[in-house]
């Protein structure tokens, strides 16, 4: 018998799939890991898990206890799933950009969601950051996870995301890709295939331009979950070799090209990451092997990413579509 014995035991051990269309040119291969097969669809299940863990081990998380985060996100549904399995409350601040149906995932799972103002200063009382500081400090036995601080994030990768790559390649892989937003993915993968691969293992960043990993000031950008204006915690610069900055609109027309052509619905970091890649795998020797992680799914993006009316209006007009009934008509 092949039997889970809660959903929690299912974060994790995602697959490897290799690309077949989009690597046109490239001689190296290319794999991506899919971590929207997480049960909450997406990576942060991983770090949700290892947060909560070390929560409890050091008491700071005692049973009934609450977490309280500003999360919009997919960090909110891998701590919403996590904490609903262990008994504990959850609370996140978003702020009212927020779309309806990512609230309404957050709720599904159990949580409870405030809902501040977006147009308001980070100090401003009423920000999210503020309302979710003074929650954390009103509410008794409130716990707050701080993702862009806490070294658990990259624990995590370190623990399951490095040594799963190294093993399903067999340790052939030469180069691993992956955005960073929170850089908890890249600091703690990154840092386990060096150590293990006695640095042979090329370690390569992919940042939206504009975003202060790749040179910038935290300009706007439309990718959702990767780039910063501020350094986090969780992040630590010697680990990546190299970080790769990429356009919104090269992202956003490689993500709907893996859905097009590779059957593979992603989100748009992930289509950010994949760019990064190729550029990097273009001169590379057909022994080379690249891992890219795929960091969430594309249902959360069909009403931007995968609707044409949205990129039109962004002016990304060039997005691949696929046939007409009339093209298959003639
Ligand atoms: N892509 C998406 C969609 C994300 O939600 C995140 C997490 N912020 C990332 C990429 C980047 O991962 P990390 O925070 O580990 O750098």
Request: with cysteine.
């Amino acid at each position: 018998m092949k039997i889970a014995d809660t959903i929690l035991d299912l974060i994790g051990n995602t697959p490897l799939v290799k690309l077949h269309k989009v690597t046109e040119g490239v001689s190296a291969t290319v794999l991506v890991k899919l971590e929207y097969l997480n049960p909450g669809g997406s990576a942060k299940d991983r770090i949700a898990t290892r947060i909560i863990d070390a929560a409890e081990r050091d008491g700071r998380l005692k049973p009934g206890g609450t977490i309280v985060e500003p999360t919009s996100g997919n960090t909110g549904v891998g701590l919403a799933l996590v904490a609903q399995q262990r008994g504990y409350k959850c609370v996140f601040v978003l702020p009212d950009k927020v779309g309806e149906d990512k609230r309404n995932v957050l709720t599904a799972y159990g949580a409870e969601i405030v809902v501040t103002p977006t147009s308001v200063a980070p100090d401003d009382p009423e920000s999210y950051y503020s309302v979710s500081d003074r929650l954390a400090r009103e509410i008794p036995g409130a716990f707050k996870p701080n993702q862009y601080s806490n070294p658990n994030g990259p624990l995590s990768h370190y623990e399951s995301t490095g040594p799963e790559i190294w093993r399903d390649t067999d340790a052939t892989v030469t180069h691993f890709v992956a955005g960073v937003g929170t850089g908890g993915t890249i600091t703690g993968t990154g840092r386990y295939l060096r150590e293990v691969s006695n640095d042979a293992v090329r370690i390569i960043g992919a940042d939206p331009e504009g975003s202060v990993y790749s040179g910038g000031t935290g300009r706007p950008y439309l990718v959702e979950g990767v780039g910063e204006d501020f350094w986090p915690g969780a992040y630590d610069p010697a680990v990546p070799h190299e970080i790769i900055a990429v356009s919104d609109a090269d992202s956003f027309a490689m993500t709907r090209r893996l859905a097009l052509e590779e059957g593979i619905l992603v989100g748009g970091s992930s289509g950010m990451a994949v760019v990064a890649a190729l550029r990097a795998a273009k001169d590379l020797p057909a022994d080379a092997v690249v891992v890219v992680l795929l960091p969430d799914g594309g249902r959360g993006y069909l009403g931007k990413i995968f609707n044409d009316g949205w990129m039109r209006s962004y002016g990304f007009s060039n997005a691949p579509a696929g046939h007409t009934v009339a093209d298959l008509l003639h």
